[in-house]
């Protein structure tokens, strides 16, 4: 039976995250920056209206979770009070106590993605480890893993590049996943994907293990102040891949693009533009260069918080296996699920929840 404890256990919990989030500050920068969309020449300037108005939306969705929650506890509040009067069946009051539950550890789990980045659109890059056919075939089914992870969760898809490979599985992959905590989700996924199976390319029906490394970064917007030198990028164009006959690209739209200073090397054929490719990657070079930073600010807060739970980039994060036994473990949080074929499927929620709930408060 619901009494007066769960009802203020609940309400304690909802003021938990009022204090820790700041609700009454955001209240306030939202009323500011509102005063100035009222002005006669907002719109003078389309960009900076845009990027204003992308800023109070970011900052109402967490002054709007507390507000739902807050009368969700009121009604929950009123329904106690008629239930002690006779008023209304036990049932119904349970009903109302598990929808305000549930709605609170919602927003619990969100305050793990409170972080500036975490709204961000991200960028997902897979690549197959040594094996060849064997790991390129691994990548590819990561690949649909993620891509139907990201249609069951009603976020917009893009396939930012993609290099085949022969005879089967791809060399490489760049998705962009654009929606709501894109980034905050799926920066659980950044590590070596590790598989174990009976292997459909041989003929002897032996048992292979296959890796696949998977990196995830911010797609950087206009709020991030990245400064790029032109002098230290080169260029390089070439034809993107793709059907044979007449859909083949006749000309070189691909880019690739190097970065002295960091290494880092980015190839987008995205389009059939040059000239938007081009853009596009150094959007992703700025958006990678950003990753850069947040990951130096996260291996300093690890050095001063050196008993926590650290995320060490590059590692082994999740095995799936397949053969002898059927299983997909995370070696970071331990979370496992008896059903590969449905984690395959795109149905990675459970191992993301698990390890935001475990690492979120560290890794920000």
Known sequence: MINEENILDLKNRLNSLYN??????????????????????????????????????QIKIWTQLYEKNQRLIEDL????????????EELELNSIYEEC??????????????????????????NPGAGGTESQDWAEMIMR????????????????????????????????FEGEFAYGNLKSENGVHRLVRISPFDSNAKRHTSFASVFV????????NIVIDPSEISWDTFRSSGAGGQ????????????????GIIIENSET????????????????????LELRKLQEEKNKIEGNKKKIEWGSQI?????????????????????????????????????FLMQFGKNYQ
Request: charged share 35%; net charge neutral.
């Open 272 to 291: 059939r533009s040059q000239l938007e490719n081009k853009e596009k990657a150094m959007r992703l070079l700025k958006s990678q260069l950003y990753e």
């Open 77 to 88: 509040t009123v329904m106690h009070e008629f239930y002690k009067q006779n008023e209304c």
């Open 101 to 126: 539950l549930k709605s609170i550890e919602d927003f619990e789990f969100k305050n793990m993605l409170s972080a500036k980045e975490d709204n961000m659109s991200a960028i997902l890059t897979i």
């Open 217 to 224: 970064y911010p797609l950087a917007d206009e709020t991030i």
């Open 20 to 57: 820790y989030l700041e609700i009454s500050n955001k209240k306030g920068e939202i009323k500011l920056l509102e005063i100035d969309t009222q002005k006669d020449n907002f719109w003078d300037t389309p960009k900076s209206a845009e990027k204003k108005l992308k800023e109070i939306n």
């Open 318 to 354: 999740r095995n799936y296996v397949l053969h002898p036994y059927k299983m997909v473990k995370d070696l970071r949080t331990n979370y496992e699920s008896s059903n590969p074929e449905s984690v395959l499927n795109g149905d990675i929620n459970p191992f993301i929840r698990e």
């Open 145 to 176: 893993m993620y891509l139907m992870w990201g249609e069951k969760n009603k976020y917009k898809v893009k396939q930012i590049d993609l290099q085949k490979a022969e005879p089967a599985g791809i060399k490489s992959a760049t998705l962009e």
């Open 247 to 262: 859909g083949v690209n006749k000309i070189e739209s691909a880019v690739r693009l190097k970065h002295e200073p960091s």
